[in-house]
Structures are given as structure tokens and as C-alpha cells.
């Protein structure tokens, strides 16, 4: 598997309160951000996610850890309901790996930046200047491989 960044390294993160903690053990993918609308109203801007298998995911505190269900089918945010940090984007059929919010990791662990999805429905208040690969709809696939 060249799934990037194979540093077992233990990441930890989670929301701004306090009251949803995770850790991560196992694989991550690199930093991929998405444009969708979706995930621009729910982080405010752009989404910059890593993705993991959901069972390297362990929860440590949840009791804030509330789930939205995204207008995609089996699609959920996890958010905290006390202070609105989002953390998690899981899509649950078909899939067994859940997205996680770089912002709310303690530290990346030489976790990069790789690319940008979703840019077909990119805000219009902003330019993408960084040079990294665009895809106009879902590209997480090709950028793992490309790694
Ligand atoms: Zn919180």
C-alpha cells in the first residue's frame, strides 16, 4: 500500500472545548481540501481533511459528539455541540474509512497538503494558488495512488 504519509506515528486531535477527544493509530492519507458547499457551510470555508480507516478512529471523549446527516445519502458530519467544531465527514456505506478535519488534529506529523476536490463548486470570493492538483468533483482516489 503507498497510502502516503505511512508514518504509524500516533495523531491525536479534537474539538476546541474539550469535550470530543480521538486518537488515530494506523495510516493516514496526506491533507486533501474540499470545496463542496457542503463542506464550506459546515466549516465555514474550505474543508482540509485527512482520511483514516474508521477502525484506527478510537473516540475518546464524545459526550458532545453530535451527527448531522449530510444531504448525500449515508453521509454524516460529526460535530461538537457545545463549541461547533467540525470534525469528522463519514460516509458510511461502502466505505470503510472516515474523513477528519486537519484543523482539529493537536499536531499533523508531516502531513502535507496534496491537492483540492470538489473545485467545480468552489466559493467565488477566493482564487486556488497553491499549483497542487485540482479536481473539478472527487479525486481523493487518484491523488492516493499518485502519492
Ligand atoms: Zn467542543
Redesign the pocket.
Known amino acids: 500500500m503507498a497510502d502516503g504519509n505511512e508514518s504509524e506515528s500516533e495523531l491525536s486531535g479534537g474539538?476546541?472545548?474539550?469535550?470530543?477527544r480521538y486518537r488515530i493509530n494506523g495510516p493516514r492519507r496526506d491533507i486533501v481540501n474540499c470545496h463542496c458547499e457542503n463542506c464550506r457551510k459546515t466549516h465555514g470555508h474550505v474543508a482540509a481533511y485527512t482520511s483514516v480507516l474508521s477502525s484506527d478512529l478510537s473516540l475518546l471523549k464524545q459526550k458532545?459528539l453530535n451527527w448531522f446527516h449530510d444531504t448525500s445519502p449515508d453521509t454524516y458530519r460529526g460535530f461538537?455541540n457545545?463549541?461547533?467544531?467540525s470534525l469528522f465527514w463519514d460516509a458510511r456505506s461502502g466505505n470503510n474509512k472516515i474523513s477528519v478535519a486537519a484543523g482539529t488534529l493537536d499536531a499533523s506529523h508531516g502531513l502535507k497538503t496534496i491537492g483540492h476536490v470538489y473545485v467545480s463548486e468552489a466559493g467565488d470570493y477566493y482564487e486556488i494558488t497553491d499549483g497542487l492538483r485540482e479536481f473539478d468533483y472527487s479525486g481523493q482516489d487518484e491523488l492516493e495512488k499518485n502519492e
Open positions: 474539538c476546541l472545548c474539550g469535550g470530543v458532545s461538537c457545545v463549541c461547533g467544531s
